[in-house]
Nanobody, 116 residues
Framework: VQLQAFGGGLVQRWGSLRLPCAVS????????MAWYRQVSGKQRELVAG???????HYADSVKGRFTISRENAKNTVYLQMNSLKPEDTAVYLC???????????WGRGTLVTVSS
């Protein structure tokens, strides 16, 4: 199973980015998907999650600005990020968690840099 997040880059404050995370080697329609972010020297932070049933949850810091969505036909989960702030600068990683076994898979991250 491989997960690959991409779409990061440099964006100005209040700008937008959409990050796709493509899953290969497994059907993720019955798995939970989540986006995390990590800043060097700090703990990894849960940003947004989506259950296989489609329920979503968000960190308070991104509510109203970020949206997680999934396209099961393409085995891809997205993170739409709007109204970006410099404090959103981080490496963004996606995670898949199998519903029955609880096994987790992580992808390599993509760097998002928000300039002030």
């Amino acid at each position: 199973v491989q997960l690959q997040a991409f779409g990061g880059g440099l964006v100005q404050r209040w700008g937008s980015l959409r990050l796709p995370c493509a899953v290969s080697g497994s059907d993720f329609s019955t798995a939970g998907m989540a986006w995390y972010r990590q800043v060097s020297g700090k703990q990894r932070e849960l940003v947004a999650g989506s259950t296989y049933g489609g329920r979503t949850h968000y960190a308070d810091s991104v509510k109203g600005r970020f949206t997680i969505s999934r396209e099961n036909a393409k085995n891809t989960v997205y993170l739409q990020m709007n109204s970006l702030k410099p404090e959103d600068t981080a490496v963004y990683l996606c995670k898949m968690r199998r519903y029955v076994s609880g096994i987790e898979y992580w992808g390599r991250g993509t760097l998002v840099t928000v300039s002030s």
